[in-house]
């Protein structure tokens, strides 16, 4: 265990980091992380309206298919290069990494603040969401309950503040408690899925050209032609599988890292994209007349599962979606704080360094921890102006990590041959042929089109209260961080940084910068990845 420690140490020490967390997270843990990020039924659950109210139930089955092949290409992309820089600054530090000194500075301020913008607008979704399916539970329970923006921006920040509390702790009992998300999400989404097909009589099931075909083509926009409606249903799925390199952000935390992280984010990937289409598929079979939809509880998901099951029942299944939804804003916190401690650590943030300070309690970034949730309920607080403008922190998410996924991506391939940029291969390599290539392609072509995709109004005649504010956001805060590091920022930042002592600097071969070549893995290490549980 010691040996394997030392390893992942003095490998985060070539690129030019001092271990500062303690490696509590095993391969089991690490895993568990990859799905609870995701969050398969809960986040299913929160997002179902979009594509079902918008554009159908076809549109929910195959945007989820599609959409998923599609993660599948960009979760492979990503997680390679996570393979080979294994820090907590994750595609951020990548970024800077991959293309030459020049533009390094400028390209981690790119990559950081979107990246960042993402994080915080994907925790704050999953917070949001959180509420919406605690007060529909209650609504269902008590339909005459009269629920107010007030009581959901409420509990809201009482959830984020809890959150705050429970990522407080150190990171031993982070990585016990994650252990058992996975069995938590992937068990209430199989249950589900039995429940619903057990209790929904054969004859009141949809047929397949109602789930797969034409008739399931529903156009509830107002405005936009049967295309456009069909593919806003893609918000759903790239909603869910996103934040893969959330894993990145613990790898200082984890393990033999270059191995387990990577080899997570390829599995989740995998299993919520399976997953989540078969609940789909069976959602939808189960989903009874769309005119019904989404009920009293403003969800169509509990409101299928309160038609076919019952309220109790579905009430008590509803409580592990929630936990669910719990554990993911659990993760999505942990993982948002380790950005925010990295980005700090390299001078990103005008805080001096402030929040790049390591607690000695806990060994975890408290400050970071505390600044990240209060600056998350920041998005919450749309919804006290317009509930359907709040919805644009959905889209947001999916805009901002996405595009800050790809730009790793594309410098990787751009500057593969720069003298400057030298790119090491990890553990976890789709090598230099043509699966990485189209791998690459498809995962950039795809990002570029769902963003436009996620920039559009969804429903017509757009006003102020439903236009969908999230390229506005997202183009503002890369605009304003642009203006910033012009007029101040790049007195101060120069991408990221070593924070090594001289003698550390010195025996590594590091002078002035970070060392552009992390340790190779040696060849008995080149072999495919294997995932073991004996140290679960």
Known sequence: ???????????????????????????????????????????????????????????????????SCMCFTLGSSIAEIVSAFPTCGGLYTASARLCPKSNRAVVGWIVGWLNILGQVAG???????????????????????????????????????????????????????????????????????????????????????????????????GGWNNGIAFLLGLLSVQWTMTDYDATAHISEEVRRAAYAAPAAIFIAVIGTGILGWLLNIVLMLCSGPIENLPGISGSAFLQIMVMRMGTPAALFLWSFVCLTAFFVSQTALQACSRTVYAFSRDHGLPDNGYFGHIAGSTRTPLRAIWFTTILSILPGLLDLASPIAANAIFALTAIALDLSYIIPIFLRRLYANHPEVDFRPGPFYMGPGLLGWAANIACISWTLFVCIIFSLPTVFPVTK???????????????????????????????????????AKARLGLVNEVRPDAPSISEKEKDPVRISLDSA
């Open 465 to 503: 209260d439903n236009m969908n504010y999230a390229a506005v956001i997202a183009i503002g805060v890369v605009v304003l961080s642009g203006i910033w590091y012009i007029i101040s920022a790049h007195r101060h930042y120069h991408g990221p940084t070593s924070n090594l002592d001289a003698e």
């Open 123 to 221: 925790l704050s979704s999953t917070e949001f969401g959180l509420a919406n399916m605690i007060w529909a539970a209650v609504s269902i329970s008590n339909p005459t309950f009269v629920l107010t923006q007030g009581k959901t921006v409420g509990l809201f920040a009482g959830l984020l503040i809890v959150h705050g509390l429970l990522n407080s702790v150190a990171t031993r009992y982070l990585a016990f408690a994650t252990r058992g998300f996975v069995f938590v999400n992937l068990g209430a989404t199989v249950v589900i899925i039995i429940v619903l097909l057990a209790t929904t009589p054969r004859s009141e099931m949809h047929a397949a050209n109602y789930v797969f075909g034409s008739q399931g083509i529903v156009n509830q926009t």
């Open 1 to 67: 265990m010691s040996s394997m420690i030392d390893d992942d140490d003095h490998r985060l020490e070539a690129l030019g980091y001092k271990p500062s967390f303690r490696r509590e997270f095993s391969n089991l843990a690490t895993i568990s992380f990859a799905f609870s990020i995701m969050g398969l039924c809960s986040s299913i659950a929160t997002t179902l309206n979009t594509p079902l109210l918008l554009g159908g139930p076809a549109s929910v089955t195959w945007c989820w298919l599609i959409g």
